[in-house]
């Protein structure tokens, strides 16, 4: 059998894919399996300032509780526009998968607008906090919330950065392998943060709110 | 030309292997990823498993203590939810070693988290007792000047 493939592999030269047939445990595509790696590391990162809020998110200070500050219906509609830009990448990559430029760049575009609406009303949540002078000096429930969620917010702005440099790279050069591949990476990047929100709502804004 | 062969040649060689695999098929280097069906079924369960939470809290449906149980269980299977129907994860993908990253991470984040609660309980319930006590008299103090 690894006879057979390697003999093909050589016929066929340059060609990398019939490489990978050799053995059977190699990987298809080890850039996708690194970038596996990255969001695990991240996901540590991500662990880490959890486990910060977990232990000071109740360290009010004589500042405000979460029940107080936190607004659970812009939460709710903030989660929305998360959870559809997770849908509007799924279309994306199908349209990928059939190598349509056009319906891949419209459906990275209203990804991109509803990352970014998702933004704007964090940032606006976080404008409001610091207004009423529950900035993330106040305590220390406030420096943990600020560090995990603006993290999350931070992540969620380069995702868009890449976004729009990928809908740049499809309408030059198509989808290609390399650009079908650096889809498959954003796409796990972009849900990867769906997947932390998921923690956030829960944790942060849902259980903070109750007693 | 032969690429075809070699493809027919591979599935004959492992077919239990690709048989496992199901849909999958490998177009050039563009492996699949996730279908329509896929997608919709992983948006609709994830929309179910987020309204609900929010909904028990917003209208306080059952005791605080016993909400905080139902959400994280909530949480934690919308993350499954997305890992398998978004992420299409599965024994299979990337020869294995993505689940082996994942429950390497698993196991970290367990330790991270646990560690982390576990310590900060018992250095309140073990220390603060007097502290508490110490500031609690400031306070008390304080408030009556």
């Given at each position: 059998m690894s006879d057979t493939n390697v003999i093909s592999a050589g016929a066929h030269g340059a060609d990398a894919s019939s490489r990978y047939y050799v053995t059977e445990h190699h990987p298809e595509q080890g850039t996708l399996l690194g970038f596996w790696l990255y969001l695990m590391s991240d996901c540590l990162i991500f662990a880490c300032l959890f486990a910060t809020y977990a232990v000071l998110g109740r360290n009010y200070a004589g500042g405000p509780s979460g029940a107080e500050i936190f607004d659970l219906p812009l939460v709710a509609v903030n989660t929305a526009f998360l959870l559809l830009s997770s849908i509007t990448y799924g279309f994306a990559m199908l349209a990928a998968q059939r190598k349509a430029v056009g319906s891949v760049q419209l459906w990275l575009a209203i990804t991109g607008v509803l990352g970014a609406c998702f933004l704007g009303l964090e940032l606006y949540e976080f404008q409001h906090l610091i207004h009423e002078g529950f900035g993330p000096w106040r305590s220390g429930f406030l420096t943990a919330f600020f560090s995990l969620v603006g993290t999350h917010g931070l992540h969620v702005t380069f995702g868009i950065v890449w976004l729009v440099t990928l809908m740049v790279q499809v309408g030059k050069h198509g989808v290609n392998a390399a650009n079908y591949r650096r889809l498959s990476c954003l796409s796990m990047f972009w849900h990867f943060l769906d997947v932390i929100w998921i923690g956030v709502f829960t944790y942060v804004y849902l259980m903070g709110t109750l007693p | 030309m032969s690429a075809p062969h070699q493809h027919g040649h591979h599935g004959h060689a492992h077919g239990g292997h690709d048989a496992a695999h199901?849909?999958?098929?490998?177009?050039d280097h563009m492996e699949a990823h996730g279908s329509l069906k896929e997608y919709a079924i992983g948006f609709v369960l994830s929309v179910i498993l987020t309204a609900i939470p929010f909904w028990m809290v917003m209208t306080h449906q059952l005791a605080p203590e016993m909400t905080k149980f139902v959400i994280l269980g909530f949480a934690a299977v919308q993350v499954i939810v997305h890992m398998v129907?978004?992420?299409?994860?599965?024994?299979?993908?990337e020869g294995g070693w993505n689940m082996m990253a994942l429950l390497l991470t698993a196991v970290l984040l367990f330790i991270i988290l646990s560690g982390s609660i576990w310590v900060m309980y018992h250095m309140n319930a073990n220390m603060m007792p007097n502290m508490l006590n110490d500031s609690g008299a400031v306070h008390g103090m304080h408030d009556m000047q």
């Amino acid at each position: 059998m690894s006879d057979t493939n390697v003999i093909s592999a050589g016929a066929h030269g340059a060609d990398a894919s019939s490489r990978y047939y050799v053995t059977e445990h190699h990987p298809e595509q080890g850039t996708l399996l690194g970038f596996w790696l990255y969001l695990m590391s991240d996901c540590l990162i991500f662990a880490c300032l959890f486990a910060t809020y977990a232990v000071l998110g109740r360290n009010y200070a004589g500042g405000p509780s979460g029940a107080e500050i936190f607004d659970l219906p812009l939460v709710a509609v903030n989660t929305a526009f998360l959870l559809l830009s997770s849908i509007t990448y799924g279309f994306a990559m199908l349209a990928a998968q059939r190598k349509a430029v056009g319906s891949v760049q419209l459906w990275l575009a209203i990804t991109g607008v509803l990352g970014a609406c998702f933004l704007g009303l964090e940032l606006y949540e976080f404008q409001h906090l610091i207004h009423e002078g529950f900035g993330p000096w106040r305590s220390g429930f406030l420096t943990a919330f600020f560090s995990l969620v603006g993290t999350h917010g931070l992540h969620v702005t380069f995702g868009i950065v890449w976004l729009v440099t990928l809908m740049v790279q499809v309408g030059k050069h198509g989808v290609n392998a390399a650009n079908y591949r650096r889809l498959s990476c954003l796409s796990m990047f972009w849900h990867f943060l769906d997947v932390i929100w998921i923690g956030v709502f829960t944790y942060v804004y849902l259980m903070g709110t109750l007693p | 030309m032969s690429a075809p062969h070699q493809h027919g040649h591979h599935g004959h060689a492992h077919g239990g292997h690709d048989a496992a695999h199901g849909h999958v098929d490998h177009d050039d280097h563009m492996e699949a990823h996730g279908s329509l069906k896929e997608y919709a079924i992983g948006f609709v369960l994830s929309v179910i498993l987020t309204a609900i939470p929010f909904w028990m809290v917003m209208t306080h449906q059952l005791a605080p203590e016993m909400t905080k149980f139902v959400i994280l269980g909530f949480a934690a299977v919308q993350v499954i939810v997305h890992m398998v129907y978004f992420l299409h994860m599965n024994a299979k993908s990337e020869g294995g070693w993505n689940m082996m990253a994942l429950l390497l991470t698993a196991v970290l984040l367990f330790i991270i988290l646990s560690g982390s609660i576990w310590v900060m309980y018992h250095m309140n319930a073990n220390m603060m007792p007097n502290m508490l006590n110490d500031s609690g008299a400031v306070h008390g103090m304080h408030d009556m000047q």
